[in-house]
């Protein structure tokens, strides 16, 4: 498929702790909105911790939740997960794809969606991937978008196994990862940030100041609000 202006991919980000402009609601937690040109779907990846602030802003950008097709889920902490209810009581038949060491939880909680427990790397849709499952302590997934030039974006959560372990087990598509953007935690690994255009470290990210400092070409802020295109 041709893509019109060769934009693949449309990332919304209606939750963050910082918000790029006052129409917007700050809160604790990330929540990114993915319009996909392959299929013309909207998917969301992580929910942040309210439903108030996701629902609100989701208003902002004039998507209707029934609009959203998946939800992508990274980990089950409330600061990705807790605007998930918000979504469910407006839009119940979505599916939802969830680690799957918390399958059985969210199909008890979630009983009229289609909820898939990801295991390995797997094709949500076209052009879009998810990394399965990384981690002992904490299972979490990335997403990763390919666009029509087979650059990848990459969104997490929190890299609560560690950002290198997502970046390392990316390197696998042997594509050029052209953006990462999420929480980064405690990552401070720099060298495996170089040669990305666009880095967007946010939310529980502990060092922002200085991977501004070390890439202040290609460091991106990132709050509710913020939307760029791929």
Known sequence: MMISDLTSFEVKIVFENTVSNGNFMPGYGFAALIYNHFTENYLLFDTGENKEALLHNLNQF??????????????????NCGGLDGIYEKNPHIDIYIPEENLITYKRKYKESNVHGVFDSMEIEP???TTGQIGNYI?????????????LVILVGCAHPGLEEFLYNIQNYRKNIKAIIGGFHSFRKYSYLEGIEIIGPCFCSEHIDEIQKKFPDNYKKIGAGTSISF
Not at 139 to 146: G, N, T
Request: proline share 0%; no cysteine.
């Open 62 to 79: 004039n998507v209707d939740v029934s609009e959203i097709q998946k939800v992508i889920i990274s980990h089950n902490h409330i600061e």
């Open 127 to 129: 052009n879009i991937f």
């Open 139 to 151: 299972k979490e997934q990335a997403l990763i978008l390919q666009t029509e030039n087979d650059d």
